[in-house]
């Protein structure tokens, strides 16, 4: 397990995001996708986000992140949809041309946490506290 450290505080948050493209059209190329991942660390910086594994689809993405205690998960995911969607059309005016109303993200997205113990690991974890082994 990666622990990372801020101010006093350690821990290890790790999410799976998936965010797909709006009526799932395929737009994204490999300039696209190396920009959108781009645009993933200016804005994952702004919000203690951090890249740890990253793959596209022509449609979607999945990216594995860590994030920091303080992060509000759902401001973030926001922030880089407003951003990169604003940026990917502007910077590739063709993509603009597949899309439908000009919405580059679906509304909806994918977060759930990852680690490395299931919750029934933790679980007992938590219920053995305190008891003599």
Known sequence: MELEKHGHAVFSISYHLVLVT???RKVITQTVDERLKQIFEQVGKA????????NTDRDHVHVLLSAMPK????KFVNAYKSASSRLIK????QVQSLLWKEYFWS???????VGGATLEVVKRYIENQGQQE
């Open 22 to 24: 709006r009526y799932r």
């Open 47 to 54: 919000h203690g986000v951090s890249i740890k594994e990253w």
């Open 71 to 74: 992060t509000c998960m759902s």
């Open 90 to 93: 502007k910077e590739f005016p």
């Open 107 to 113: 509304q909806s997205f994918y977060l759930a946490t």
